[in-house]
């Protein structure tokens, strides 16, 4: 009888907790705990946090190569390239183009935001990391988590799970990381500055735009085929107007099924071996720093471009450069409302912020076409 009962107890869990498992639990239950209770990012960080807590779970095998059921989500799903193009999918599909056409200075506010990428790659190599682990790295400050994904499963997928925390976690903090830099860069007058309302944008201008978008980029950066296609095709089924099934299938049940399988994946691949490392800590410091310095680069190129425009722009949409859709341009519009309750800049954000998405997507793709 005891031998019994000695053989269930070591082949239990319990006699394999390490811990290490019990921290990444503690990390588990933190991020649970910013989900639920502050709202942050709840529908990535949800998955996450549970894909966290139970590949943990001694024994579990969950992430055991060809059988665990949370592997096969993951080599499927991320390993395949299928997951990232379909939440790109639902995305376009859920996205306005409206506020960049009326207004194509906002392309130039997308790109300049990526400066913090670039700034934050060459800094990665100097703490150490190889040049693929970098990149990785440094996407963070693009804050598009299925980018982030997508370049770091092909270059440095071992840091798939830091990786994608952290960048999920900066999204979900922009609240409380770009309003300090916004206002440190500008002054009471420029943010008071009031924008005109933008011109109306046609519906054949919206059709078009996807269709040109998506020939224009894949040309010059056919690295970037995959993610770009697939945005463009669910924001051309949006503006269409004639495939409702299909523009409801995309923002609803594909997109809630993908992510589901996303969050849980990634958060998988954060078993205590891989997150309990020095490299580790350098991650999230690179990717706040990233996220920081793209933030910066956003509001300083805006008041740049006021230095030769005749209308001036509130530098503040300039922060909304980063992808964090459409999180940034509500901060943006918060931060001018309080220095001036007549000041409206959601829409006028909107469009950086759009096309920041499309900014990360050609850096990580430039990235991509060269390191891989």
Do not use: C
Not at 145 to 152: D, E, F, N, R, S
Not at 161 to 168: D, E, F, M
Not at 180 to 194: F, G, H, N
Request: glycine letters at 8%; hydrophobic letters at 55%.
């Amino acid at each position: 009888m005891e031998k019994v009962l000695e053989e269930l107890i070591v082949s239990s869990g319990f006699f394999h907790l390490t811990f290490g498992n019990l921290f990444m639990w503690l990390i588990s239950f933190v991020l649970m705990y910013l989900a639920i209770k502050k709202g942050f990012e709840p529908l990535l960080l949800l998955p996450i946090s549970f894909g966290i807590l139970v590949v943990n779970l001694p024994l579990t095998y969950l992430m055991k190569p060809d059988s665990g059921l949370i592997w096969i989500f993951y080599h499927f799903g991320i390993e395949w390239e299928i997951i990232p193009p379909l939440i790109f999918l639902g995305l376009g599909a859920m996205t306005d183009f409206g506020p960049v056409i009326a207004n194509p200075k906002t392309l130039l506010l997308g790109g300049a935001a990526q400066v913090g990428v670039y700034i934050t790659f060459f800094a990665a190599l100097l703490f150490g990391f190889d040049m693929k682990e970098a990149a990785s790295i440094a996407i963070i400050g693009g804050a598009d988590g299925p980018t982030t994904i997508y370049l770091t499963s092909h270059l440095a997928p071992y840091l798939l799970g830091p990786v994608a925390v952290a960048a999920y976690s900066y999204m979900a903090l922009v609240p409380i990381i770009q309003p300090p830099i916004m206002k440190l860069l500008t002054t009471k007058a420029e943010r008071r500055i009031v924008m005109k309302k933008l011109r109306p944008v046609s519906k054949m201008e919206k059709i078009v735009f996807p269709i040109v978008t998506a020939i224009l980029i894949m040309l010059i950066v056919p690295a970037s085929a995959s993610l770009i296609a697939m945005f463009m095709l669910g924001n051309f089924f949006k503006e269409s107007g004639v495939v409702e099934r299909l523009t409801k299938a995309a923002q609803n049940e594909i997109m809630n099924s993908v992510t589901i399988i996303l969050g849980l994946s990634v958060g998988a691949t954060m078993t205590a071996e891989i997150f309990l490392k020095r490299d580790v800590i350098f991650i999230f410091i690179l990717g706040l720093f990233a996220f920081a310095v793209s933030t910066a680069s956003g509001v300083l190129i805006a008041k740049f471009m006021n230095l030769f425009l005749k209308e001036k722009i509130n530098p503040l949409i300039g922060a909304a450069g980063v992808s964090a859709v459409p999180m940034s341009a509500r901060v943006v519009h918060k931060v001018a409302a309080e220095e001036n309750r007549q000041n409206y800049l959601l829409m006028h954000a909107m469009g950086p912020n759009v096309a920041g998405v499309i900014g990360t997507l050609i850096a990580a793709s430039v990235m991509l076409t060269f390191l891989k």
